[in-house]
């Protein structure tokens, strides 16, 4: 009697270890964006850290006055204007305006672009005619429009006669203490090499697959299915080349601009860079309108028509924008607390 009973007993439990077993395996549904994740690491790739040059090595010295430098209005002719007035660190590097206001109330031909992972960029500026960050630092502060300095010697002058100035060049340039234009060039970089962002994008690319929910990863499906990703790929998601604004249409009919702006070629003097730009960073993008070299687009689902229509002669569906609108909020990342200034 005992015998049967055992008996009974574990076939019961053995039937009822294997139902268990079907279910959660009919539970558990496969990844359908599963293709997407490994497509989605081979086309953008890792944000770094921090935005090496060998040219200029990030030192903690050469941060601190960086940073100081970054802040100061004394960089400025009036003490009215410094780097942070147009790439303000607490509006994601930008000013929300089309364009910027200079030392003498002028307006400036160009939006002023996001310094947040501008160091990892292959060139600076809309027209590409800076190398690096350390190349760009230094146009601002003598542009008779912006900080409007009138030489680099002015500058030299007016930084050696305040003496936390002497002091913080001495600790960044030890070999080279003296205040120099070059100095003030490669401090500004080397402050702006660690204004990198990362967002939760960045968790997805390094594997974590449950950080974007179904409609963030459906957006990233159609930003890469409308071929948004011609131009907008790599860890910066664009900021890695030059590109015509108009291939299928002109774009000033599309956005409306006032002027007619050349681009590259104003650089170049070369026919076929006429209207060329370079191509801009997706990173924080709904944080940084208005939109494109003129800053004449404040809505972001109106950029992405626009976009649509003058790079890929189609139009996108009220869906596609909102599902691509979505995505790229997953692209918004914070400035590190340190780098900004105290209050």
């Known amino acids: 009697m005992k015998r049967i009973l055992f008996y009974g007993l574990a076939v019961f439990v053995l039937t009822g ?18 293709e997407l994740n490994e497509r989605a690491r081979q086309i953008f790739g890792t944000l770094p850290e921090i935005a090496e040059n060998p040219n200029n090595i990030v030192t903690d010295e050469k941060v601190e006055l960086g940073k100081k430098l970054y802040f100061d209005k004394r ?3 009036d003490n009215t204007q410094s780097c942070n007035t147009c790439h303000n660190l607490n509006t994601f590097g930008v000013d929300n305006k089309p364009t910027s206001i200079g030392n003498d109330g002028k307006a400036g031909s160009r939006n002023s672009p996001t310094t947040l992972n501008a160091a990892l960029h292959f ?14 630092a230094g146009g601002p502060i003598l542009n008779p429009i912006e ?29 080279e203490p003296s205040i120099t234009y070059d100095n003030l060039k490669k401090a500004i970089g080397a402050f702006e090499r660690k204004l990198i962002t990362p967002s939760k994008f960045d968790d997805y690319i390094a594997g974590n697959d449950d950080v974007l929910n179904e409609k963030e990863k459906k957006g990233l499906q159609t930003f890469i299915d409308a071929g948004c990703i011609t131009c907008h790929s790599g860890n910066l998601l664009g900021g890695n080349s030059y590109q015509k604004f108009g291939l299928f249409a002109n774009y ?3 956005t409306k601009s006032k002027n007619i702006d050349n681009g590259r070629f104003d650089v170049t003097k070369n026919e076929s860079d006429k209207y060329f730009f370079k191509v801009p960073s997706l990173r924080n993008i709904e944080k940084t309108a208005p939109y494109f070299h003129d800053g004449s687009v404040e809505d972001l689902g109106e950029a992405i028509q626009i976009m649509s229509k003058t ?3 189609k139009d996108l569906t009220d869906e596609e924008i909102n599902d691509i609108i979505i995505f790229l909020k997953t692209l918004t990342g914070e400035v590190p607390e340190e780098l900004k200034e105290e209050e």
């Open 252 to 254: 000033w009919e599309h």
């Open 17 to 34: 270890c294997k139902s268990n077993n079907k279910v959660s395996e009919t539970d558990v549904k496969p990844d359908e964006f599963k």
């Open 123 to 136: 060139a600076q500026f809309w027209d590409g005619r800076e190398p690096d960050v350390e190349a760009q």
């Open 147 to 175: 900080m409007a300095m009138p030489n680099e010697q002015a500058v030299i002058n007016r930084l050696s006669k305040i003496e936390e100035y002497v002091e913080l060049f001495s600790k960044a340039f030890p070999e």
């Open 311 to 313: 790079q890929l002669g």
């Open 75 to 77: 960089l400025s002719k």
